[in-house]
């Protein structure tokens, strides 16, 4: 008789990785002067260029995902996922599911969830633009987004976005 058993939650996957890639819609657009601290943050357009977000209400296009396959660049970062490059062409999720890190009150998060973008005063681990589960005077509402369950031990979950529509 076997006797495997799984005694730990599988992890919800890496930021900035698109998680059910058969009903994604990704458009490419070059990067901005204002480089992504991360994979998995919400952009805006900018002079026909991605950017983070960088103030209350900025329009978000969609994530910037990672691009596939991804291949490190050395052994201490093998998958390439501290840090998306500061010049080329990035992939932006405009519509579907995606791996994302939570910044701030993970336990709090739930299917169907609001999502919150940071917009202003970031400390420690919170940067602007990053994503939140509470709300409060320095973030506002992604209203095209919703959490899809929990997060993991690392603090990733996924998120659905559908922004589709907004620029067809």
Not at 8 to 14: E, K, P, S, V
Not at 40 to 51: H, M, R, V
Not at 87 to 103: E, M, N, P, W
Request: glycine share 12%; hydrophobic share 40%.
């Amino acid at each position: 008789m076997t006797t495997n058993t799984i005694l730990f939650r599988m992890l919800q996957g890496i930021a900035g990785i698109i998680t059910r890639v058969w009903q994604a819609q990704v458009e490419s657009f070059p990067l901005g002067a204002t480089a992504f601290p991360a994979y998995g943050l919400p952009c805006k357009i900018s002079s026909g260029t991605i950017i983070p977000i960088t103030s209350t209400g900025d329009p978000v296009y969609g994530i910037l995902a990672k691009p596939f396959p991804t291949t490190g660049k050395n052994a201490s970062d093998p998958l390439a996922a501290a840090v998306p490059p500061t010049t080329g062409v990035a992939d932006v999720l405009t519509k579907g599911y995606i791996s994302v890190f939570i910044q701030n009150a993970p336990a709090s998060v739930n299917a169907g969830g609001v999502v919150y973008v940071r917009f202003q005063n970031p400390s420690g681990a919170k940067i602007v633009g990053g994503l939140e589960s509470v709300t409060s005077a320095d973030v506002y509402a992604l209203t095209n987004a919703r959490f899809t369950g929990n997060v993991d031990g690392s603090g990733n979950g996924e998120i659905y976005i559908d922004n589709a529509g907004a620029h067809a």
